[in-house]
């Protein structure tokens, strides 16, 4: 059994994975794991890991880093906080990248990053479509700069991409923070989010003793950015599948095999 956190309803486990992680009642959309997602998103066993030997290292010997990634590594049966390969949706071959928030809060450090830079260089060499499914509490402070940088090589590779007149849809889920809003997760063709995705750079309480201002209840979640002309669409998880379809039939032509 499985108590829903937003309405306290308890549901049966079972049906509520069949039912994509979303509250039967209040609509709460849990997180997901990247395999729950990829799953639950594309054709049955369409799909094809890529650069799962990459490791991480400790380039600046923090304390207990190195530890600590072997837990989430064990833990989540991921190489890093990203997973990546090729799948088919409706048929249609898409360069996937899913974020998990359960391995180090889907931080991006180096090896995130040359992950999702692999990913598009494929999706750009293959001339299909870019899907990233960010889930994120930004960069990854073990590895200072070198984490840092990746804001800057995925966005390069995204710029390649567009280059090509290639498609690049980013879904922002909950949350999308820090240095990942700041670079891929923002510059997509088209922008998208799951309902009530926490979607920001900098935390509420900052920029609230920064600007010295209350902000709205409603701050930094997808719906505040739709309106704000920040995003494409909120778009609710059950739908999903249909309008990615739906964006890739439009944007390819059904030239995509």
Do not use: W
């Amino acid at each position: 059994m499985t108590k829903c956190p937003q309405c306290i309803a308890i549901e049966m486990t079972t049906e509520l994975l069949k039912a994509g992680k979303v509250c039967s009642k209040c609509d709460y959309h849990y997180t997901m794991t990247a395999r729950e997602r990829m799953d639950y998103l594309f054709d049955e066993g369409s799909f094809n890991s890529i650069d799962d030997h990459l490791k991480t290292e400790n380039p600046l010997g923090f304390p207990g880093y190195m530890e600590k990634v072997k837990v989430d590594q064990e833990k989540t049966e991921l190489n890093e906080a990203v997973l990546t390969g090729i799948a088919k949706l409706e048929g249609k071959r898409i360069a996937v990248a899913i974020m998990d928030s359960n391995f180090r809060m889907g931080s991006m450090g180096s090896v995130v990053g040359e992950k999702l830079t692999r990913l598009i260089e494929l999706g750009t060499k293959e001339e299909i479509p870019v899907f990233i499914f960010a889930a994120s509490g930004g960069a990854r402070m073990q590895e200072g700069i070198l984490s840092l940088m990746q804001m800057a090589k995925t966005s390069v590779a995204l710029e390649r991409h567009a280059a090509k007149g290639l498609l690049y849809v980013s879904i922002m889920t909950y949350p999308t923070t820090g240095g990942v809003s700041a670079s891929f997760a923002s510059v997509g063709d088209i922008n998208l989010a799951e309902p009530q995705a926490l979607i920001g750079f900098a935390g509420r309480r900052v920029i609230e003793q920064t600007v010295r201002e209350k902000l709205p209840e409603n701050f930094q979640t997808a719906e505040f950015l739709l309106d704000c002309g920040q995003l494409d669409a909120v778009i609710h998880r059950h739908d999903l599948r249909e309008k990615l379809a739906l964006i890739v039939e439009l944007h390819t032509g059904g030239t995509n095999v």
